[in-house]
């Protein structure tokens, strides 16, 4: 870093004895600053960079890594990505204060090394791009008191809809259904478009999108990105500075720049996209990646735009590459899902982390980090997270989370959990689809309806029952599969507050006509279970 500012200041001057630079210039600088999910060239906080008088500032700080337990992936993930990208900028002619995890003198906190870089550049002004997490805003907001200097907060436009937007949008509505946001994003921005009607004359192919995947198919093989030596550096420092956090490094194949996140949405498109709506809700076991696109993470990091990831697709649509239903499928998620949690948490924090509408209580259960259950399908799941820092959507929605909304285990618990484990992770985004969609904790405002299933629904989307120690034709008794008894029990408890609920009818008038022994039976055995779960135990109390 020295000699990247010694650089800087042999331009300046070079700069003044050519009468180019006045002392104005000259005096005059602006801390830019970048967080680790702002790796965007035109990230509001870089517009009007001057590379003779700016300084670009990136922090590695302990705290971040630290205060969840992240995946190891994810930690790698997002230094290599940040020194890459300040690589990048650098090449660019931009001069990059970059702060090693382990330089000396690293305070270990994002306020304090502000602090620490404003003491070094006495910058005229700080710029810096609205975080896209509470936790990091509320510290943002006390830089220029703290510093005694300027602070410039620039909306995040790398988002469809701005934080304003979403709010006009929500604002007088008694609710917020994503449906209605995402119609009105897609007019907005003319995406799968026919003049005012949607592409093919449907907003919605959801119900073509449902397909269990046939036994035999053999799922394409995804690009991934080897290590280069800068990532292996940084596996080296996470290896020693996190040695006891979740998941192994050994499968890392996320991109961490711009051109392999670029490689990798082509790969999509041409290999997953076209399958992307059939099997979107399939499971099978060893394969965790089917046709999904794998590009959240670099989407959240910022080394993709939802912008050109949109594009992409609704291109292949038009050229025949890929069908409507895939594409429209594919873009709900990115221009309807993605758009709207960020504007839910843009809204409600910081209360809606504190929601608890079905007062769930109980501990994560040990094999959350383990993997140490005899129930498979989340066993494969769970190894999977662990081995990739990943899992699909539907296995975080109808496996980890459907299970969890079962057993009521505290929403705050479950929601550090999918925190901590996916590289693509990031409280904006993880956090209303756990709290609102997983677990139901926030009682509607984000999904009509809680998302329990029993294992019947695992079972019609996945082979994940036929080599279960469970049975998942059995409703009640030793060898029944847990999820059954779960779900009937999770309905009788629920009664007062979910009865009322139209999506819930069909459930509860089945229940309506079980006699109260069959209802007892189903009661006793999740009690059975769960209290089996709270010990740590598996099925007839064996230790896992
Ligand atoms: C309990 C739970 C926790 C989740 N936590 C996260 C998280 O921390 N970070 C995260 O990016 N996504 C999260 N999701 C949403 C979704 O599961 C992931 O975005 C997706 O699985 C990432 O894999 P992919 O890139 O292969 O996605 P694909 O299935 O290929 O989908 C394409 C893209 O659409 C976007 N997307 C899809 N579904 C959603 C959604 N429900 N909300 C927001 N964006 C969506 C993502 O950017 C994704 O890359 C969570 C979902 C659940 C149910
Ligand atoms: S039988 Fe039940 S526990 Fe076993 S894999 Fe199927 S759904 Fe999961």
């Known amino acids: 870093m020295g000699a990247q500012l010694g650089a800087r200041e042999v331009l300046l001057a070079a700069l003044s004895r050519r009468g180019a630079a006045t002392p104005f210039v000259a005096a005059v600088s602006t801390l830019r600053i970048l967080l680790g999910d702002q790796l965007s060239f035109d990230i509001a906080a870089l517009a009007g960079l001057e590379p003779a008088r700016d300084i670009v500032l990136m922090m590695e700080v302990m705290h971040e890594g630290a205060y969840a337990n992240h995946h190891k992936q994810k930690i790698v993930l997002v230094l290599s990505a940040m020194r890459h990208f300040a690589d990048a900028l650098r090449q660019r002619g931009v001069t990059v204060d970059y702060v090693k995890l382990d330089a000396p003198g690293n305070t270990g906190s994002f306020t304090s090394e502000v602090q620490r870089a404003v003491g070094r550049h006495r910058p005229q002004g700080i710029v810096v791009t609205e975080p896209s997490e509470w936790r990091v805003q509320s510290m943002v907001e006390r830089w220029a008191e703290l510093t005694n200097t300027p602070v410039e907060i620039r909306a995040d436009d790398r988002f469809f809809a701005s934080r304003g937007r979403f709010a006009d949008w929500a604002r007088g509505r008694r609710g917020w259904r994503m449906e209605h946001f995402y119609r009105e994003m897609r007019r907005e921005h003319g995406i799968l478009m026919e003049g005012k009607a949607p592409a093919g004359g449907d907003w ?3 119900s073509e999108n449902r397909k269990r995947l046939p036994a035999r198919t053999v799922p394409p093989v995804r690009l991934r990105f080897p290590p280069d030596d800068t990532t292996r550096d940084v596996m080296r420092l996470v290896e020693c500075c996190f040695p006891d956090h979740f998941g192994g490094l050994e499968e890392f194949g996320w991109p961490v720049t711009r051109t392999d996140a670029l490689r990798a949405l082509d790969d ?3 290999i997953g996209l076209p399958s992307f709506g059939d099997y979107q809700d399939a499971m099978k076991a060893g394969a965790p990646f089917l046709y999904h696109s794998l590009l959240a993470p670099a989407l959240n990091l910022g080394l993709l735009s939802p912008r050109e990831v949109c594009r992409a697709a609704e291109t292949a649509w038009r050229s025949g590459a890929a069908p409507l239903n895939a594409v429209e499928g594919f873009v709900r998620q990115i221009l309807g899902w993605r758009e709207y949690v960020r504007g839910v948490y843009g809204m409600l924090m910081p209360g809606y982390a504190y929601g608890n509408a079905l007062q769930a209580t109980r501990k994560l259960p040990e094999f ?14 769970i190894d999977g997270t662990a081995r990739y820092a990943y899992s699909h959507h539907i296995q975080r929605l109808m496996l980890t989370g459907n299970f969890a909304l079962m057993a009521g285990i505290a929403p705050h618990e479950i929601e550090r959990w999918y925190l901590a484990v996916y590289a693509d992770a990031f409280e904006w985004v993880e956090m209303p689809n756990t709290l609102g969609m997983a677990v ?14 029993s294992g019947a629904y695992i079972d019609r989307m996945s082979d994940f029952c036929s080599g279960c120690a ?11 599969c847990p999820f059954n008894y779960l779900y009937w029990a999770f309905l009788i408890r629920q009664t007062d507050r979910l009865s009322g609920n139209p999506r819930m009818a069909m459930p509860y008038r089945a229940l309506d006509g079980w006699p109260a022994e069959r209802k007892a039976a189903i009661l006793a055995d999740a009690d059975a279970f769960l209290d089996r779960l709270d010990n740590n135990e598996q099925r007839s109390g064996a230790d896992p």
């Not at 959350?368 to 799941?381: I, K, N, V």
């Open 204 to 206: 919605n192919y959801d």
């Open 268 to 270: 999509f498109v041409s």
């Open 368 to 381: 959350y980090w383990t993997g140490r259950t005899d129930m498979r399908c989340l066993r494969e799941t």
């Open 440 to 453: 139901f904790a926030d009682g509607g405002r984000m999904a009509s309806k809680p998302y329990a299933a």
């Open 470 to 480: 469970y049975d998942v034709k059995q409703k009640t008794g030793g060898e029944a």
